[in-house]
């Protein structure tokens, strides 16, 4: 059987469909976080703090550098 692009397409929306039912609200979310982690860590660092700014503003970035500047210092102690 060859089945046309359009009813593949079909049968993947259906199929989809069928294990988003499936999933726990704790399974989806530890999808969509590792789709989001998949994805940020192939920014370069220009490239990621931008997009921390654009979403969520420079005091974001700001924050999270010092969080990770501020435990870096303290474990190389």
């Given at each position: 059987m060859s089945l046309t692009?359009?009813?593949?397409?079909?049968?993947c929306e259906h199929?989809?469909?069928?294990?988003?039912a499936g999933m726990s609200?704790?399974?989806?979310e530890q999808y969509i976080y590792e789709r989001?982690?998949?994805?940020?860590?192939r920014?370069?660092?220009e490239d990621?703090?931008?997009?921390?700014a654009d979403r969520y503003g420079e005091q974001m970035?700001?924050?999270?550098?010092?969080?990770?500047?501020?435990r870096d210092e303290y474990y190389n102690r």
């Open positions: 692009n359009q009813q593949l397409d079909t049968i199929f989809a469909e069928t294990i988003v609200e704790q399974e989806m989001i982690f998949k994805r940020l860590i920014y370069g660092e990621l703090l931008n997009e921390i970035v700001e924050d999270l550098i010092r969080l990770v500047t501020t």
